[in-house]
């Protein structure tokens, strides 16, 4: 084998690995972003839930405030 063609090769197999390297990168951030928007969904529903139990209505809307921000994202 030549020397261009063994250096091609090895091109051709990093070149493969940092498109596969830049996809699970992206999976990975788009996985992190979706368990972000969750936890934090669940977790403003959660104190908008208290604020109305306790009956704190200045607390209530700017939780809900913040909820509506979320969701625009």
């Known amino acids: ?3 261009y063609r063994k250096n091609a090769n090895d091109f051709s ?3 493969l690995y940092t498109q596969r390297e830049i996809q699970y990168q992206k999976t990975a951030n788009d996985l992190l ?13 959660f104190l908008i839930d208290d604020a109305l139990d306790k009956g704190d209505k200045e607390t ?3 939780l809900t405030n913040e909820y509506k921000k ?3 994202a």
């Not at 972003?33 to 529903?45: A, C, G, I, P, Q």
């Open 1 to 3: 084998m030549s020397y």
């Open 13 to 15: 197999r990093k070149d």
């Open 70 to 72: 979320l969701e625009e």
């Open 60 to 62: 209530f809307i700017q």
């Open 33 to 45: 972003d979706h368990l972000s928007y969750v936890f934090n969904k669940e977790r403003l529903t």
